[in-house]
Structure formats: structure tokens, C-alpha cells
């Protein structure tokens, strides 16, 4: 059983950055891969990033790379999403998942396989 919980969300200007934390309670936190997700108002649940449980490798949707950056620390059970160079079209709540097996590619966007959530955090970006 794992319980998530993000914060780190709040108002910004465009160009701006937040760190959104996730932090994860569970003894078995470690073995399951995350991913970061958003839904903007009137949109579908939409993938941002995510990383394996083991060797921490990461995925990104297309619109993000090279602005945002996703980690974790294991031992303190927490999954980070560095955002910069924020964008209005970044507004949205967005929430962290875990599952359990680390998927290839577009995989990472199938929400279904995400058995646990958070109850997410909300970004705005003001232009």
C-alpha cells in the first residue's frame, strides 16, 4: 500500500519556477515506478514525466523536455518535478502516481496502470 501526497504548487508568473514534491509513504515506495500528471480544466488527465524505481531512468512528454526535471529520493521517499520556464499553458492541478511496473515509452501515459494517487496540488501560471 502506498499513500501519496504533493505539494509545492501555488502561483506564478510566467518564466518562473516550481518544485513540486510528492512524498509517498509505504515500506515498498522504492520498487514502484512514478510519474507526474496534469489536468487542466475541460482536459484529460495528461502524462508529464516519470521515472523507474531503480535506476532512476526518466521520460518526458515532448511539450516539457528541457524545462522540466523529474527525481526521487528513495530514502526520504519523495519524488520531485523541477519546473522552469514556466508557461500559462503549464496551469493545471497535477498529481503523482505510482505502479508498479516501469513502462517503455508512450507506456508511461496509460493512467490505468497507476494504482495509487494523490489528491494533487495546483500550478498557475500567469502571463
Known amino acids: 500500500q502506498v499513500q501519496l501526497v504533493e505539494s509545492g504548487g501555488g502561483l506564478v508568473q510566467a518564466g518562473g519556477s516550481l518544485r513540486l514534491s510528492c512524498a509517498a509513504s509505504?515500506?515498498?515506495?522504492?520498487?514502484?515506478?512514478m510519474g507526474w500528471f496534469r489536468q487542466a480544466p475541460g482536459k484529460e488527465r495528461e502524462f508529464v514525466a516519470g521515472?523507474?524505481?531503480?535506476?532512476?531512468?526518466?521520460y518526458y512528454v515532448y511539450s516539457v523536455k528541457g524545462r522540466f526535471t523529474i527525481s526521487r529520493d528513495n530514502a526520504k521517499m519523495t519524488v520531485y518535478l523541477q519546473m522552469n520556464s514556466l508557461k500559462p499553458e503549464d496551469t493545471a492541478v497535477y498529481y503523482c502516481?505510482?505502479?508498479?511496473?516501469?513502462?517503455?515509452?508512450?507506456?508511461?501515459?496509460?493512467?490505468?496502470?497507476?494504482?495509487?494517487w494523490g489528491q494533487g496540488t495546483q500550478v498557475t501560471v500567469s502571463s
Open positions: 521515472i523507474t524505481w531503480s535506476i532512476g531512468i526518466t
Open positions: 502516481g505510482a505502479r508498479r511496473t516501469s513502462p517503455v515509452g508512450a507506456g508511461w501515459g496509460q493512467h490505468y496502470e497507476y494504482g495509487y
Open positions: 509505504g515500506r515498498t515506495f522504492s520498487t514502484y515506478a
